[in-house]
């Protein structure tokens, strides 16, 4: 079975610091890795994607790839209240697997 | 790039009825599309895999014969909730898979469905 794990949460952060969201995937052949937000009531949105190890950063998000570990983390720099949703990480072979999510929230 | 449009956004049918939902990719071709529902504070659950031009790919549990899928073009599928039951009332989501974007799935909207 493939699985993507995340710790649901929630993690609360204060505002300004950095938050970390981590993630393990049991399938060795995923061959790239994705980062969703998603708000209460609403779909998720693809805020990054990574498939090299090391580290890809885009604005304030940093995502982080170990696929010796099987693992992804994603970086959230100077949080915002706006940050604060749930955070799906997905890992894909022949189809996306994601992970439950963890919910984020910024403390004001 | 790589916009799914869904629509309707929000319905409200009686129990018995079908409910059908659109899912388009407007600005590339999606070969496979996926149907999920969410119910309130639970995560994505995976219904279909819906490839245009045969049958679609139910997961366990999920009724054929209740979630009728159709993917007869490059940029359209179609949900049909038929004989919804008050239990059938959930956030369903479609998405996309398309050459942009590292092939990342790209979400519809989502439909609010309620079954009164």
């Known amino acids: 079975q493939k699985e993507v794990e995340q710790n649901s949460g929630p993690l609360s952060v204060p505002e300004g610091a950095i938050a970390s969201l981590n993630c393990t995937y049991s399938?060795?052949?995923?061959?790239?890795f994705f980062w969703y937000r998603q708000y209460s009531g609403k779909s998720p949105e693809l805020i990054m994607f990574?498939?090299?190890?090391g580290d890809k950063e885009d604005g304030r998000f940093t995502a982080q790839l170990n696929k010796a570990s099987q693992y992804v983390s994603l970086l959230i720099r100077d949080s915002q209240p706006s940050d604060s949703a749930t955070y799906l990480c997905a890992g894909r072979d022949d189809k996306i697997i994601f992970g439950k999510g963890t919910r984020l929230h910024i403390l004001p | 790039g790589a916009v799914v449009s869904q629509h309707p956004s929000r319905v409200i049918c009686k129990s018995g009825t079908s409910v059908k939902i659109e899912c388009r990719s407007l600005?590339?071709?999606?070969?496979?599309m996926f149907w999920y529902r969410q119910f309130p504070k639970q995560s994505l659950m995976l219904m279909a895999t819906?490839?245009?031009?045969?049958?679609?790919?139910?997961e366990q549990g999920v009724e054929k014969d209740k979630f009728l899928i159709n993917h007869a073009s490059l940029t359209l599928s179609t949900l049909t909730v038929t004989s919804a039951h008050p239990e059938d009332s959930s956030f369903y989501i479609c998405?996309?898979?398309?050459?942009?974007?590292?092939?990342?799935?790209?979400f519809g909207s989502g439909t609010r469905l309620t079954v009164v």
């Open positions: 600005d590339f071709q999606a070969t496979t």
């Open positions: 990574i498939y090299s190890n």
């Open positions: 399938d060795r052949g995923s061959q790239s």
């Open positions: 819906s490839n245009e031009g045969s049958k679609a790919t139910y």
């Open positions: 998405s996309a898979s398309g050459a942009i974007r590292g092939y990342g799935y790209t």
